[in-house]
Nanobody
Framework: QVHMVESGGGLVQPGGSLKLSCLASGIRFSANAMAWFRQAPGKERELIAVGTSGGTIEYTDSVKGRFTISRDEAKNMVYLQMNSLKPEDTAVYYC?????????????????WGQGTQVTVSS
């Protein structure tokens, strides 16, 4: 059974940093691209960072240069280091398996989601 558990969110001031963690189970971790997604209030969930075991890494433009995705293959963990946080980064953050389709990375609509972790950037 596929299961994602995200942690590490919290309240941080603008310009601050947080590191999110995600434990993935029920999948062949090394065979899958893993991505971080976020959903802000009133907005659709968006993919912001993806990484493969082969070293492919991509970011959405709004987080490039500030966020870093990494993986620990031995622990089935994926991380998101977030620096220089902005109020517009406020969202619930999720991890999940990502698939490359029609020139973009997506999550499958029927894949289960974890509970996410809330990140709030505010002074």
């Amino acid at each position: 059974q596929v299961h994602m558990v995200e942690s590490g969110g919290g309240l941080v001031q603008p310009g601050g940093s947080l590191k999110l963690s995600c434990l993935a189970s029920g999948i062949r971790f090394s065979a899958n691209a893993m991505a971080w997604f976020r959903q802000a209030p009133g907005k659709e969930r968006e993919l912001i960072a993806v990484g493969t075991s082969g070293g492919t890494i991509e970011y959405t433009d709004s987080v490039k240069g500030r966020f870093t995705i990494s993986r620990d293959e031995a622990k089935n963990m994926v991380y998101l280091q977030m620096n220089s946080l902005k109020p517009e980064d406020t969202a619930v953050y999720y991890c999940n398996v990502a698939y490359y389709s029609l020139d973009r990375w997506i999550a499958l609509p029927d894949d289960p989601w974890g509970q996410g972790t809330q990140v709030t950037v505010s002074s």
